[in-house]
Each structure stands twice: as structure tokens, then as C-alpha cells.
């Protein structure tokens, strides 16, 4: 369903995308499961299934969709446009994206380098990457720091004669299991004498640099994602030439902003037509059960399900399509806060989706012989990955803040000039300030309620205290990442190790405030 009137040619590409995924890509996702197999296979097979839906949809024009008409690289889109293609592809997420050199985390860096790389990196990385040659990943994640908050990374590129030196442990690098992963463009610290958000810098690392280790393949509710996986990736000592450094020293979150806000919403594009899938299949497997006498569908709650499942997904397109709507019209920048609604509303109407869908098919929804349990593991990734639910929700919050404040603001200044006396009597005070003083109240409150926390922690062990914490600290000094079973659940806790656990606090010995 569009809200705007869809060209021709997009029109006409919707009805070839909807025939490929649903004659050709969903039909294939057995063979290409059994084309994995089994153990260390699934990590070296590129199925050959996939290889001829590539040619299929090349020829069919379904090609490099995602990258919209400001490249001179792309297939001539608006982001708008793409939504409605892109929802398509989600039908079918494990084989039709990729087929359509439309998935993640490729999509994201082939931005990258069209937007920011220079012509030697374009040619290099960029035209094997549309041309479906190459795989590749985005290595910002560290199992040492708390990644949603990307200041905290501490990968060191450091400059060294006429290249850089990489050293730092990632995890959950998305695409770094495929054999066809090509390279990784990776996000560390260049100066760390600069301002916070100067410090980042973005390069590209070739796969197979001496010093890069992908060292295992990490599991979502138990699936591998093989053969693409998330992986936990050490670059130790790794030497790049200095060009492959990407727009330059200090820039990483200019990079990355970049990068993630098209890239957010590409994901809830492709969730919206996961959600299809789980109602299609829903409504008729309801029809097709009795139980108590009628069919399942027959049964009042069945039909609330239903219902409801339609109503959240209408409403989750909305955000999407205004979203991408937006980034066209003002750009991704200025369209943070629809972006970030988007963001964090899509994911949870579709897991509800999903997991009713789940429900109607009792034992068999949970099992291997329906998408929806692996669609509904994925999916519950997304309210983490790319930025968790609360990182975006406080966004939207100060966003939602200011805006108000700059209405109040242009109320009075219109107030005044009309000499109105109600509203001029009011001072700036009461009209500007109610909003950043419940904020400020809010922050204040967990400020204390944390440090209430932090003092109640430290009480029983003096142990705590130490120097202040820092992640690129732990980053360094530990060869493999904390083993959070060991101490929660494998072995009795401490007072201190319960509560450092509890609270998320760093190991002994390091002071968190
Ligand atoms: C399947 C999957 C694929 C991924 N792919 C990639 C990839 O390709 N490349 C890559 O670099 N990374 C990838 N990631 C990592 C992902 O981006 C991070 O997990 C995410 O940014 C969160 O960082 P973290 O795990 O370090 O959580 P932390 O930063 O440790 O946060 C833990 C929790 O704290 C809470 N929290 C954090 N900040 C706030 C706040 N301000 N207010 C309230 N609560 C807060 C949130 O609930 C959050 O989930 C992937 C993750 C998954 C699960």
C-alpha cells in the first residue's frame, strides 16, 4: 500500500519484485537451507541457488534497488519508492534481499563508500559490491564497551608512517562469517586527545590483512545465520595504507550517522513484509484447524488477533513510509526523530505480530517447519541492534522537547506582537522552561536514584573503589571477552559480584562513578 501515487516504472517494478519473491525466492529458501548443511560447511558454502537468483533478478532490473537517485551509482529511487520495494523483498529475508543485492550489512557500506569513499575506494570496494562479487561488514561493536553509546569505542588506528595500525576486539560484526566477505569497514580511535566526538575515525580493513582473525561465529536464540553469521573479529596489529582511511582523521560519526539512518529504516522496510508473511500464514492456518467444534477462526479472540494484527502493521507502515518520506524531502539528518519512531516502533509491533502468528500455530509455530520462530529471533535483534529501543526513545524525547520549547517560544514572540496580555505577562520562564524542567527534574532523578544504586554496591566492599573505569582499559587488557554465565550463574555470587553484576558495574578494583 503506497500513500503516494507511485510512477510507472515503480509500479511496474513492485509487480516484477512481488512475482520473483513469491514464485522464486520463497519457493527456494529449502534448497537453500539444505544447501548449507551441516557444521563448519555452512561457514564455506555460497549456495548455488543463490547464485542463480542473482542472475534472475539482475535481469529482471531488480538490481542495487536500495541506492537511491542522489548517486550517480543507483538504480534512480526515492527512498520512498524503495520502502515500498524493500517491504517486498522482506517477504522472503534470507534469500530475496541478497538475491536483489539488496541486504544488509552490504546495502549500508556500499552508502558509505558511494557517499564518502574517494575514487580509488570506489573502484576497489564499491563496484565489486554492486556488482555482488564481494560481501562485507561494519565493524563498530566491542564486547569490552558499551556500544550503544559509540563514543565508548576503542578500537586504536594509529597512524604509522604511511598507513594505519589497527588494534581491537569486535563482536556481533554482522556478515564477517561469509565467505565472500571482502572487507570490513572499521570504526576506532585515532586521537584520543581530541573531543569526544572527534576521537572516532572510519577504515576500510581487507578480509584477508594479516593480523584479521574472525574468531567465531555468535548465535541469535541459537541461530548461526550461517553463511553470513555475526562474528567476533580481532584485528591485531593490522597494517592498512593510508588512503583507506574514510573521509578522513576524526570523522567516524560523520561516517556513521550516515550510514545508519537510510540503513534503520531499510531494516523496518524488510520487517513490514515479515509481518505480511506471518499474517498470510496466520489467516490460513486458522481457517484450516478446528477445534471445539469450529475452526479456529470461528473463535472470537482469533478474529481480535486478526485484527489487531492488521491495525499494528498499517500503523508501523505509516512511520516507515513517513519516514523514508522525510529523508527525502529534508534529508536523513533532519529526519532523526521519524527515523527513530520508526525504529523503535516497527520492531515491537512486528515481534506482537509474529509471536500471535506464532500462537495459531501452536507447537508448529515454534519449531523449523514454519519462518515465523527464525523471523521472530531476528526480529528481536532489532530492538537492539543498529541502537537499542531506550538510545532512540531518548532521542525522540529531546527532539519531541525542543520542538515544543521552539512553538511556546514562537507562541509568545506572536503573543507579544499582538499584545496579547495573557500570554506576554507570562515570563520566558513559564513559557519556554516547563518542558526542559521536567527534563531536567527526570535527569536529576535517576542521577540520584543511580548514584543511591552505586552507593549501595559499594558499602559492602571497599574492593570497588579504584581508579576510574574505562572501557578501552578492559578493552586491552582482557584477551577474550567476560564470560557473564561464570559469575551469574555458574558459581555463588559475592555481595560485590552480585551487585557489580546487577548494576552492570566494570570487574574489582575499578571505580564506576
Ligand atoms: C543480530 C545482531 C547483529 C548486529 N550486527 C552488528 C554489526 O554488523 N556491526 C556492529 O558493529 N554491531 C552489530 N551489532 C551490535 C549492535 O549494534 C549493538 O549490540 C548495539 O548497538 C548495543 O550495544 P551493546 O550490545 O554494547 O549494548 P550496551 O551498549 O551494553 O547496552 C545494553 C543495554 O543498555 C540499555 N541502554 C543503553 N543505553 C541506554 C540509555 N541511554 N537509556 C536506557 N537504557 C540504555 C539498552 O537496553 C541496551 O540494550 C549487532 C547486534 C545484533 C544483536
Redesign the pocket.
Known sequence: MSLIQLSPRVEELKQLLTDFVHNECIPAESEYRKALGEGAQRWQTVPLVMERLKKRARALGLWNLFLTKEYKEGAGLTNYEYAVLCELMGHSPNIAPEACNCSA?DTGNMEVFAKYGSAAQKRKWLEPLMNGQIRS?????EPA?????ATNICTRIERQGDGYVVNGR?W????AGHPKCAVFITMGKTDLAASKYGQQSIVVVPADAPGVTVVRPLT?FGYDDAPHG?CEVVFDNVWVPAENLILGEGRGFEVIQGRLGPGRIHHCMRSLGMAERAVELMVDRVQNRVTFGRKIVEHGVVLDYIAKSRMELESARMLVLRAADMIDKVGAKNAKKEIAMAKVVVPSAVLTILDRAIQMFGAGGVGQDTPLAEFWAGMR?LR????????HT?QIAQLEIKEQNAKLAARKRTAMNQGDSRMSNLNSEQVEAPAMQAKRKADSNASQQHDEQLKRARVKDKSLRGPKPSGCDLAFSTSKPKDHFAPLYGKPMTSRGAAAELLNLEPAGIQTD
Open positions: 550489512p561488514a561494519f565493524a563498530m561493536t564497551v558499551a556500544s550503544s553509546d569486535k556481533w560484526i554482522s556478515g541469535v555475526h535483534t537492539i541492534a543498529d541502537g537499542p529501543d531506550e538510545v531518548r
